[in-house]
């Protein structure tokens, strides 16, 4: 599982609650419209028990280059 899937699954409402965010920020994650900042991804990778590339999946990386 990655944060986009978790996101979908979830609701962005319910991730928003989870991780501390807006939905707004959530649905934009969920879109891959934007990423969480490093210190929010650490933050999540520790919440979860995640890899980094669990929170910054493939694509993310793919749009950045």
């Given at each position: ?36 900042s490093l210190k929010k991804a650490r933050e ?22």
């Amino acid at each position: 599982m990655n944060l986009i899937t978790y996101i979908e699954k979830t609701g962005d409402a319910a991730a928003a609650h989870e991780f501390g965010i807006s939905e707004r920020a959530a649905a934009s994650w969920r879109r891959r419209e934007r990423f969480p900042s490093l210190k929010k991804a650490r933050e999540i990778s520790a919440l979860k028990g995640w890899t980094l590339e669990q929170v910054y999946p493939k694509q993310a990386e793919e749009c950045h280059q």
